[in-house]
């Protein structure tokens, strides 16, 4: 990755990241205002404060510590130092179970209606997504055997129309997780509909530790683009070579070429050595020879290229793309829906990992998620939204897990004092710390192993 690429991810990363805990923070923040607890310090990160003032009646401390892998809420707590007796009633401490529980769970539930919020404004702004046009399944696959056909269009999964390949993939990740039978209905360019059965009870438990269409062999029609030049970069290999627009591209290396997809794989096959491209320049016939460099591609990878862009084809651009936009309350419906969705299809997928059977290959730590939001950005302002809409769900649903130093972890206290009568005692809180930051050290141990695999694999 170059230092240009590696600050764009660190930007995304940071940004999303600072958007998050701010949020979560506020709601905790908010939540004790409103029971009337004062709050000491509002601290974005952990350890020496960067930046900090002082604002409000209370003279709260806002800061940004220098690691900046969470945060908190710091609130008055007669737990944690000596409390004036005017001040007594407003310490977090003397709060009743009620308060206390509606100020820790604050946080998470600010995650969600950060999600219900972005999710909303994408529904009302309209999103682009490719529609749901199959290409031929390969062989062997659940879609080869079912005989889904090349060209054909999802509407329905199990009776759930579907309008984008995005919507498609969603419902069939649901129904795979749940074991349930999948019937997929489709139409034909000539309008006939057909109906197959994904016998998705075969597969086994390793098939969601890579993407669930590749799994079900359901892969997306790419525009079959002619090789034409539309644009052709300064200073790049192909500009230097003499390459021009509007120039078709017959063959390479010999090989012919019948669409712009089979040029790039011969681009990218051919590495950094020099390749010879049969063109067609109006009447006339030539051959160029061109040496590819590396570049950085959308998702952050190295891959050999040559400066080249394909002439755009508004027609096929229309068929291919899907525009889905709602109204207002349609849209903060699906707002609602999905946040929900994600959130239970989360809580699932980590009951899964813990019975065993899901990977916990899935798990992703700080440089995953990292380079996923540099992903996201380079492809748009709605796919970057959306990823922060999914981090948020699962920052939120995280944090109410019954896991010591957990908001959810708190939650569980505060239902041991209801049944017990009163809060329990300090060592008993004491041991459940310590469990609890075992427990995250070991999931986060395990993240970033799961991000070096990933880097290794790359």
Same mark, same amino acid.
């Given at each position: 990755?170059?230092?240009?690429?590696?600050?764009?991810?660190?930007?995304?990363? &940071?940004?999303?990241?600072?958007?998050?805990?701010?949020?979560?923070?506020?709601?905790?923040?908010?939540?004790?205002?409103?029971?009337?607890?004062?709050?000491?310090?509002?601290?974005?990160?952990?350890?020496?404060? &960067?930046?900090?003032?002082?604002?409000?009646?209370?003279?709260?401390?806002?800061?940004?510590?220098?690691?900046?892998?969470?945060?908190?809420?710091?609130?008055?707590?007669?737990?944690?130092?000596?409390?004036?007796?005017?001040?007594?009633?407003?310490?977090?401490?003397?709060?009743?179970?009620?308060?206390?529980?509606?100020?820790?769970?604050?946080?998470?539930?600010?995650?969600?209606?950060?999600?219900?919020?972005?999710?909303?404004?994408?529904?009302?702004?309209?999103?682009?997504?490719?529609?749901?046009?199959?290409?031929?399944?390969?062989?062997?696959?659940?879609?080869?055997?079912?005989?889904?056909?090349?060209?054909?269009?999802?509407?329905?999964?199990? =009776?759930?129309?579907?309008?984008?390949?995005?919507?498609?993939?969603?419902?069939?990740?649901?129904?795979?997780?749940?074991?349930?039978?999948?019937?997929? #209905?489709?139409?034909?360019?000539?309008?006939?509909?057909?109906?197959?059965?994904?016998?998705? #009870?075969?597969?086994?438990?390793?098939?969601?530790?890579?993407?669930?269409?590749?799994?079900?062999?359901?892969?997306?029609?790419?525009?079959?683009?002619?090789?034409?030049?539309?644009?052709?970069?300064?200073?790049?290999?192909?500009?230097?070579?003499?390459?021009?627009?509007?120039?078709?591209?017959? =063959?390479?290396?010999?090989?012919?070429?019948?669409?712009?997809?089979?040029?790039?794989?011969?681009?990218?096959?051919?590495?950094?050595?020099?390749?010879?491209?049969?063109?067609?320049?109006?009447?006339?016939? &030539?051959?160029?020879?061109?040496?590819?460099?590396?570049?950085?591609?959308?998702?952050?990878?190295?891959?050999?290229?040559?400066?080249?862009?394909?002439?755009?084809?508004?027609?096929?651009?229309?068929?291919?793309?899907?525009?889905?936009?709602?109204?207002?309350?349609?849209?903060?419906?699906?707002?609602?829906?999905?946040?929900?969705?994600?959130?239970?299809?989360?809580?699932?997928?980590?009951?899964?990992?813990?019975?065993?059977?899901?990977?916990?290959?899935?798990?992703?730590?700080?440089?995953?998620?990292?380079?996923?939001?540099?992903?996201?950005?380079?492809?748009?302002?709605?796919?970057?939204?959306?990823?922060?809409?999914?981090?948020?769900?699962?920052?939120?649903?995280?944090?109410?897990?019954?896991?010591?130093?957990?908001?959810?972890?708190?939650?569980?206290?505060?239902?041991?004092?209801?049944?017990?009568?009163?809060?329990?005692?300090?060592?008993?809180?004491?041991?459940?710390?310590?469990?609890?930051?075992?427990?995250?050290?070991?999931?986060?141990?395990?993240?970033?192993?799961?991000?070096?695999?990933?880097?290794?694999?790359?």
């Amino acid at each position: 990755m170059t230092a240009q690429g590696f600050l764009w991810v660190l930007g995304a990363f &940071l940004l999303a990241l600072g958007l998050l805990i701010v949020f979560h923070e506020l709601g905790h923040y908010l939540a004790a205002r409103i029971c009337n607890v004062k709050v000491l310090r509002f601290s974005v990160g952990f350890g020496r404060p &960067l930046w900090m003032r002082r604002f409000g009646r209370d003279g709260t401390e806002w800061s940004v510590a220098a690691f900046p892998l969470g945060g908190y809420v710091k609130m008055l707590d007669e737990r944690e130092g000596e409390v004036p007796e005017h001040e007594l009633g407003r310490a977090f401490n003397r709060q009743s179970v009620g308060r206390r529980s509606f100020i820790v769970v604050a946080g998470p539930l600010a995650n969600l209606l950060l999600a219900v919020l972005l999710y909303w404004f994408l529904f009302m702004s309209g999103v682009q997504e490719p529609r749901p046009v199959f290409a031929a399944p390969p062989v062997g696959t659940l879609a080869a055997e079912a005989k889904v056909g090349a060209g054909e269009t999802a509407r329905a999964v199990s =009776g759930t129309p579907v309008a984008t390949w995005t919507e498609l993939r969603w419902e069939l990740l649901r129904r795979v997780l749940d074991r349930e039978a999948v019937v997929l #209905e489709t139409i034909d360019a000539r309008g006939n509909i057909a109906v197959y059965r994904l016998a998705v #009870e075969r597969l086994d438990s390793t098939a969601l530790d890579i993407d669930v269409m590749q799994a079900l062999g359901l892969h997306l029609m790419r525009p079959d683009l002619p090789a034409i030049l539309g644009e052709v970069q300064p200073g790049t290999p192909a500009a230097a070579a003499g390459l021009r627009p509007a120039d078709l591209l017959l =063959g390479i290396n010999g090989s012919p070429v019948a669409s712009w997809h089979e040029l790039v794989l011969g681009i990218r096959e051919s590495g950094l050595r020099e390749i010879v491209l049969d063109v067609k320049r109006g009447e006339q016939q &030539l051959q160029v020879r061109v040496v590819p460099e590396m570049v950085e591609d959308r998702g952050g990878k190295r891959v050999p290229r040559i400066g080249i862009a394909v002439r755009d084809d508004p027609e096929l651009r229309k068929n291919a793309l899907v525009t889905v936009r709602y109204g207002v309350g349609d849209s903060l419906q699906r707002a609602l829906k999905q946040t929900w969705d994600v959130s239970v299809l989360s809580l699932r997928m980590i009951g899964r990992m813990l019975i065993g059977e899901l990977s916990v290959k899935n798990i992703s730590g700080p440089v995953t998620i990292a380079d996923y939001a540099g992903q996201s950005a380079r492809l748009g302002a709605d796919h970057y939204l959306r990823f922060l809409a999914l981090i948020s769900i699962s920052l939120g649903v995280l944090n109410l897990l019954p896991i010591p130093v957990l908001d959810g972890g708190h939650l569980m206290y505060y239902l041991a004092e209801v049944i017990k009568g009163g809060p329990l005692s300090e060592r008993v809180m004491e041991i459940g710390q310590q469990i609890g930051f075992a427990l995250l050290f070991l999931l986060m141990a395990l993240a970033f192993y799961n991000d070096i695999i990933r880097l290794v694999a790359n």
